[in-house]
């Protein structure tokens, strides 16, 4: 783990929403998302699918097209707002890593060819240089008989060889920021593991600092120092790795944890959080969480919480922690017990 | 390696289509309701008229019709396609065929590039602004290409030609390179001796391409509503696609985004049509080249046809039946070009 | 987890019956406005019907397989009975032929023009083109009627009679709904098949006057010259009403008869409308009957391919693709001459036959396209569950497989009855489709060539253009319907490239 990150930090957004537009209704993708990478340190986005980490990560690198839009917000690259000023400069600075290896690269071009073009308009290498280049960066992503294979079609790659050359290919940008949206999540898990080591070592050698966006609670343990969590487009929980695991505030956080095989001792079943996270298609009146928490309460369903600092640079967007309402359970009682998750599908079933 | 494998197979796969192609064809001509020999001979009571015993025998009629369908199908396979009887009496049909395939392919050439020249770019436009009103008119007038019957189309083409001087106050013919007629064949007499004259004369080249092109176009028109209408299609898939995103994160834009990443695999999907582009074409050939007056295979096709000279129709049909596989196989090995994903994921 | 809700459909689980039973009104009100509307046309339905007989005996005589024919006396006799049934959408109710007359007679009912003269014998003495609009206005407000009456029974249906609350086909509906380019085209479909349907009644007059035997009938006009109502054969009256290079008889124009022609005249002085309303019907009917006999072969054989699978399907992929390998326009003229002369070509005026053809030359394209759906169907676990079940082979393809393919098969259909129609036309221009002199747009087409260039363009170019809005009608349905079925389905418009154009005509 690299040092918490002093002064200013290297990526910061604040604010940020994303509204979808379709022909009955705007869906608020994200809804007022903040957080910060500091140089060199990797920071975790974890939630379940829907909660809208993909579309962080793509208006991080300004790939959110119609029919979304950028509402409000700032995405502060080294200073810049790239909302204002746009992305052109700041691609090759940030590189992302799709979840999906065999999409990210273009089937009727050789690998070679794909990393060339990334080293042509970052590093100016062309020609031999940039063969001889493309074929260190394979090496370096693990791809064995790299000169042999620098010549052949993403086709004739494995997944997990694929997902390297796909590595291969942001590294050639010679980024700053390395944006991982889930990159391990289509792979074979012996190949997960190698992909992540793979991941580790580059961030050490080339300072790298990353964002890493999976719904694996088990992943986020073991690669990131800072950890924010999502719900239906909001970042619900921010904590520091450590302290996130040993210590969850967020109802939903305690929730996400208590689903993971083995990591509180003792519990005979796993626990589930019971439905689905909600389509935020309208401006929240209330906790998007409510419908599906244990510990919701009266207020929750027409106040919308907003971050509350608690000890140890971690905070929730949560009312239990809200002075200004009254919390029937006191924090830090631990995780929900089976009679909590029963209230939980009580809820829900009336949902229905 | 694979891809050579893919194209042998694509081609032994090939060799049962035209068998039983041609045998169809031989069935519907020799076991047909229709007796071939009384149709040829045009008397009250065909049957009773000496010809028609002699033009039986010629045809091997009074075989047993095992030996017919062999003896077809070996004449066919080593490409002795008899002689005709009612049209152009009595001329060996592969000569006739010879006199006639350059018109149809010189045709048959130009309507595809005009189709494909105007087709795909338009269709590639559409779809790299879908949804706008220039994106509509695009794909609505492909839709109407496509709809519209190319003899009707054929007629309206030549009628406006014929009255080009009160309607737009320039006779056709005098247009750019002089012609004869608006009607009739293209000259194409002149690379006889040296097929290299194409280039070497290009008046003679560009009069023959002025001769067929309002054909061409008449007969293109349906595959160019096609490639307008699959190529937006195709544009706007891939620009959906991952790889795309992750070009654009890796800093590529603009035109380099567009035609390197974007209309390079749009092509893909087009390839499949060149199929059935062919069969419009070889079908279209027919009214087309009635209308405009052009001697190719479709019209001495549909002479053989309305002059009932039925045992040319099954040869004819044979010509054509091997034209057709042999573009099938054409678009085989382009795919192999285009997409290095063929034969590699077992069989496409 | 069972249902709380205080909705009266939630909690009885009753039949469509006995919901009928307990709220009848809505199905009463239905019903008596079906009864009213059937029973303005009941003299159409009762020809409709026994024609259809009639056609039916006499194609059945037309089979010379048969030894034995059936008579047709009593049949004629009960199609001129309907026939002679007043009805509200007829010539005879809203006539708009007539004569002008400066005459003033006991006859005279209209309003009476500034130089004393009045139109005789339309409706309401009303000008001969205006009384024609009057009755196409009152044909499609029957139409328009009709289609309410059935979107509202629809409607009904689902919020009173039907026992779910939802089904998956409601959700077809509501996309098809918002499917505008669809909509689109089913507005012209239906434009298109309420003018084949009431085709006869919308022509100026009849193809048995216009067409068959104009010398057999014959019309009043105010002969000018002798200042007389005068008497002509249609057929005479035709040959000084012609339409070509130096006559014309233009789009809505009257000629010297005082006939009111709304798409001018053919080269021999025919009304052009008339001819067009026959072929419609002739088109359409050729064209059903080939998407119907090349949708039950495609369909019988997606089927067997998805349920045996192996060598059956191996083997239909050869057989398809050697069909499709032939080029198809040039099979349907190489089989019109091959079978012309036999008695098939003589059923229907030689429609039977190109029906035959077409629909032998286009399922393999249709199989094709049901083909993979089908496959797909045949892998899901019911399919598995009736096997073990032990349900025979024919129950299982019907139940379970068939329903899963029918909305495809609606979409290809609608696509190739487009081509079909081409096809047909194509074949006619060449003096090869339907017998003449039975009207054909692709024959107009052809007898019209020679004049586009000049002031009688109309008689090719109005078929013309009809033709390319049906076809791109039935394709915009087909894109409608497919795109509602499957909303994220491709549009792989290759697929059917070869079927849908008619084989290149």
């Known amino acids: 783990m690299s040092d918490q990150g002093s002064g200013e930090p290297m990526l910061s957004v604040e604010d940020l929403s994303v509204v979808f537009r379709t022909d009955k209704e705007r869906i608020h993708a994200l809804d007022g998302v903040s957080f910060d990478i500091h140089e060199g340190e990797t920071v975790g986005l974890v939630g379940e699918s829907g909660s809208g980490k993909s579309v962080t990560a793509r208006s991080i690198l300004g790939l959110v097209d119609d029919p979304g839009r950028i509402e409000s917000g700032s995405i502060r690259f080294r200073g810049e707002d790239l909302t204002e000023t746009g992305w052109m400069d700041a691609r090759g600075d940030i590189a992302i890593v799709f979840q999906d290896p065999s999409g990210s690269l273009n089937p009727v071009y050789t690998v070679g060819n794909q990393i060339r073009e990334a080293l042509r308009i970052h590093q100016d290498l062309t020609g031999r240089a940039a063969r001889r280049e493309a ?159 244990p510990k919701a309460f009266g207020a929750c369903d027409h106040t919308h919480p907003d971050h509350v600092a608690l000890d140890g640079d971690q905070s929730a967007a949560c009312l239990l922690f809200d002075e200004d309402h009254s919390a029937p359970v006191s924090p830090g009682t631990g995780l929900p017990g089976p009679a909590d998750t029963d209230s939980a599908a009580r809820t829900d079933g009336g949902e229905e | 390696m694979k891809r050579l494998r893919y194209l042998g197979k ?53 075989q047993p019709p095992l030996q017919q369908y062999i003896d077809f199908m070996t004449d066919m396979a080593v490409f002795d396609l008899g002689r005709t009887w009612v049209v152009y009496s009595g001329t060996n049909v592969n000569t006739l065929v010879l006199d006639f395939l350059p018109q149809t392919l010189w045709l048959g050439f130009w309507s595809v590039l005009i189709a494909v020249f105007v087709g795909v770019p338009l269709g590639f436009y559409a779809g ?67 097929p290299l004259n194409l280039f070497l004369q290009p008046g003679n080249t560009l009069a023959a391409v002025k001769k067929v092109a309002p054909a061409a176009l008449v007969l293109g028109s349906a595959s160019m509503g096609n490639e307008i209408r699959i190529g937006r299609t195709a544009v706007m898939e891939v620009k959906n696609e991952q790889y795309i995103d992750f070009a654009r994160a890796k800093g590529v ?30 079908g279209g050939s027919v009214l087309v080249e009635s209308v405009f007056g052009i001697s190719g295979m479709g019209s001495l096709f549909l002479r053989a046809a309305i002059e009932g000279d039925i045992p040319v129709l099954g040869t004819l049909m044979y010509v054509f039946i091997l034209m057709l596989v042999g573009i099938n196989l054409f678009q085989d090995v382009l795919y192999t070009l285009i997409d290095p994903r063929i034969g590699l994921e077992g069989d496409a | ?224 010259d002798a200042g007389a109502v005068e008497e002509v054969a249609v057929g005479n009256a035709n040959s000084q009403s012609t339409s070509t290079g130096s006559a014309n008889v233009g789009l809505w124009s009257y000629d010297d008869f005082g006939r009111f022609h709304p798409f001018g005249t053919m080269p021999s002085g025919q009304d052009l409308f008339t001819f067009i309303m026959y072929g419609a019907r002739l088109s359409l009917t050729i064209g059903l009957v080939t998407i119907g006999l090349s949708t039950l072969i495609a369909t019988s054989l997606a089927m067997a391919s998805a349920y045996y699978r192996g060598r059956v399907d191996l083997g239909l992929v050869l057989l398809s693709d050697s069909i499709m390998a032939l080029p198809g326009l040039l099979v349907l003229i190489m089989l019109s001459v091959v079978l012309g002369g036999t008695w098939l070509a003589n059923v229907f005026d030689g ?42 082979p024919s129950t299982i393809m019907r139940k379970h497989i068939l329903p899963y ?67 791109i009608g039935f394709n915009a349905l087909g894109d409608g319907i497919r795109d509602a079925i499957d909303p994220k389905s491709d549009t792989d418009a290759a697929d059917t490239g070869g079927v849908d154009r008619g084989g290149g005509a």
Request: glycine share 10%.
């Open chain 2, 10 to 62: 694509r081609f032994l796969l090939a060799v049962p289509v035209v068998w039983l192609g041609t045998s169809f064809t031989w069935f519907a001509v020799f076991m047909g309701p229709i007796d071939p020999a009384a149709a040829l001979v045009s008397d009250a009571d065909p049957t009773a008229s000496d010809k028609y015993q002699s033009i039986r025998t010629k045809l091997g009629l009074d």
């Open chain 2, 253 to 282: 834009s603009g035109g380099r985004l567009v035609w390197k990443h974007v209309f390079r695999n749009a092509l893909v999907p087009l390839v499949p049509i060149i199929t059935t582009e062919a069969f419009l074409l070889v």
């Open chain 3, 351 to 392: 429609g039977l036959l190109l029906a035959l053809i077409f629909a032998g030359a286009g399922w393999p394209g249709l199989w094709r396209a049901i083909r993979g759906p089908a496959l797909q169907t045949a892998e899901r676990e019911w399919v598995d569950a009736a096997r073990g079940l032990g349900q025979r």
């Open chain 1, 135 to 293: 074929i260190r960066l394979l090496e370096s992503v693990g791809i064995s008989d790299a000169p042999g294979r620098v010549d052949a079609y993403p086709d004739e790659f494995s997944g997990g060889m694929r997902q390297r050359a796909v590595i291969a290919t942001a590294l050639a940008c010679d980024p700053d920021l390395l944006v991982c949206d889930e990159p391990t999540t289509a792979l074979d898990v012996t190949i997960q593991a190698q992909i992540l080591d793979l991941l580790d070592d580059l961030q050490r050698e080339e300072d790298l600092a990353v964002l890493f966006i999976t719904h694996d609670m088990g992943v986020i343990s073991e690669v990131a120092d800072r950890v924010n969590v999502m719900y239906a487009g909001e970042v619900v929980e921010r904590a520091p790795a450590g302290r996130l695991f040993s210590d969850p505030a967020h109802p939903y956080t305690r929730g996400l944890l208590a689903s993971i095989p083995g990591v509180h001792e003792g519990g005979e079943r796993l626990l589930t959080i019971d439905g689905e996270v909600p389509t935020p298609n309208e401006a929240p009146t209330g906790c998007r969480f409510a419908a599906r928490c």
């Open chain 3, 1 to 224: 987890m069972t249902v709380s809700r205080d909705d009266p459909r939630g909690v009885s689980q009753t039949s469509t019956g006995s919901r009928l039973l307990q709220n009848p009104k809505p199905a009463t009100v239905w019903a008596s406005v079906a009864a009213v509307l059937l029973g303005l046309e009941l003299g159409a339905v009762l020809e409709f019907a026994s024609s259809i007989a009639l056609d039916s005996v006499r194609a059945f005589n037309g089979i010379q397989a048969v030894p034995f024919s059936v008579g047709t006396g009593a049949l004629v006799g009960f199609e001129r009975w309907a026939a002679d049934l007043p009805r509200l959408l007829s010539r005879e109710t809203v006539p708009s032929s007539g004569y002008y007359s400066t005459v003033s007679g006991e006859w005279v009912v209209g309003p009476v023009y500034f130089d004393g003269g009045q139109w005789v014998g339309t409706f309401l003495g009303l000008e001969p083109a205006h009384a024609w609009l009057v009755r196409v206005a009152v044909v499609y407000l029957y139409t328009g009627v009709g289609l309410v009456w059935l979107w509202v029974g629809y409607r009904w249906y689902r919020s009173h009679y039907r026992v779910a609350d939802w089904t998956p086909r409601d959700d077809v509906v509501d996309r098809f709904r918002s499917h505008y380019w669809g909509l689109f085209g089913f507005a012209i479909v239906l434009l298109f098949l309420s003018t084949v349907v009431f085709g006869p009644t919308l022509a100026p007059t009849t193809n048995q006057v216009n067409n068959v035997d104009p010398y057999s009938y014959q019309i009043q006009y105010w002969n000018a």
């Open chain 2, 128 to 194: 790299t602004r879908s949804n706008t009103l220039a994106d509509y008119l695009t794909s609505f007038s492909g839709i109407s290409w496509r709809a519209m019957p190319n003899f009707w189309l054929a007629a309206v083409v030549l009628s406006l030609l014929i009255n080009s001087e009160a309607l737009f106050g320039i006779e056709w013919e005098l247009l750019g390179v002089r012609t004869g007629a608006i009607t009739g064949n293209p000259g194409l007499g002149y690379m006889a001796d040296n």
């Open chain 3, 405 to 471: 393919i029918a909305g495809y098969l609606l979409v290809y259909g609608s696509m190739s009855l487009g081509g079909v129609i081409i096809g047909i036309a194509g074949l006619s221009y060449l003096g090869l489709g339907v017998n003449p002199p039975v009207p054909e747009w692709g024959r107009a087409i052809g007898l019209g060539q020679p004049y586009i260039g000049t002031s009688s363009w109309h008689i090719s170019i109005v078929p013309g253009v009809l033709i390319t809005v049906v076809v």
